[in-house]
């Protein structure tokens, strides 16, 4: 099976013509060596998801303690998570937003964070969904995170899949390609919590899809996680009038 690719233009260098002016060549069009079939996609993106895991599996599983072999924390970015469901399990609400409190609790908390230095800037949603993180280790609780993320990705890009199944029938390259997406790598790499937002665009989508437009607005309102992702589309439910969807969200928010 072939796979349909885009045209590369190719522009030529000017030339000198006999009368003395510079002329160009118009642009022509050739198509890229790669890839060359659907086979051939799918055997590259079989080998970098292998590259890309195997090179994940190194980072979160060898070094000493919370840090990996190369010196960063494992799950980095997850420790500001881990620090605000601690606070929020300890009620200790006026940490969150304050810089210097919210440094030294993440140093009590994760002693080895100490050096690092994340600033205090997600909502309260964050620290009651991180809440349960209390009860357990940093590298416990980044491990079932990570099962959760990558589970929500799968059932997120097989759902999506189905959709389009008749003209991309080929399961194995779609499960590649998912694998080897670089941002999931990075999520799960990282301790990243970017799969909340994926989730509240796909769960939008499905409500729409069903003319839900509650629901669609409830699923939105999970944007509020990272309030820069969700202002756009606030301003287009507006534009529109789609106070159902307001309404949605505002609950959700809420």
């Known amino acids: 099976a072939r796979v349909a690719v885009l045209p590369i233009p190719v522009l030529s260098l000017p030339r000198q013509t006999r009368n003395g002016f510079t002329?160009?060549?118009?642009?022509?069009?050739?198509?890229?060596?790669?890839?060359?079939?659907?086979?051939?996609?799918?055997?590259?993106?079989?080998?970098?998801?292998?590259?890309?895991?195997?090179?994940?599996?190194?980072?979160?599983?060898?070094?000493?303690?919370?840090?990996?072999?190369?010196?960063?924390?494992?799950?980095?970015?997850?420790?500001?998570?881990?620090?605000?469901?601690h606070l929020a399990s300890a009620h200790r609400i006026s940490e969150m937003y304050d810089a210097a409190s919210f440094h030294e609790a993440q140093a009590e908390f994760l002693p080895e964070s100490a050096r690092e230095i994340y600033p205090p800037v997600y909502p309260p949603q964050a620290a009651v969904m991180f809440a349960p993180t209390s009860g357990l280790s940093y590298q416990r609780a980044l491990f079932i995170w990570s099962l959760i993320t990558i589970a929500g990705?799968?059932?997120?890009?097989?759902?999506?899949?189905?959709?389009?199944?008749?003209?991309?029938?080929?399961?194995?390259?779609?499960?590649?390609?998912?694998?080897?997406?670089?941002?999931?790598?990075?999520?799960i790499l990282h301790g990243q919590v970017a799969v909340i937002l994926l989730f509240a665009f796909w769960a939008g989508w499905l409500a729409l899809e069903h003319?839900?437009?509650?629901?669609?607005?409830?699923?939105?309102?999970?944007?509020?996680f990272k309030p820069q992702f969700g202002i756009p589309l606030a301003i287009v439910v507006l534009a529109s009038g789609e106070w159902a969807m307001l309404t949605g969200a505002v609950t959700s928010v809420m």
């Open 211 to 224: 003319h839900r437009r509650w629901l669609a607005g409830f699923a939105f309102g999970l944007l509020a």
């Open 23 to 85: 002329s160009f060549l118009m642009p022509t069009f050739r198509r890229p060596r790669w890839p060359r079939s659907a086979r051939q996609a799918k055997g590259h993106a079989i080998l970098v998801a292998v590259v890309i895991w195997i090179l994940t599996a190194v980072v979160s599983f060898t070094g000493t303690s919370d840090r990996g072999i190369a010196g960063p924390l494992k799950g980095s970015d997850f420790v500001q998570f881990y620090t605000l469901g």
């Open 153 to 187: 990705y799968a059932l997120i890009v097989w759902s999506v899949w189905k959709v389009v199944a008749a003209r991309l029938p080929d399961r194995t390259f779609v499960i590649a390609a998912a694998a080897a997406f670089p941002p999931f790598w990075s999520l």
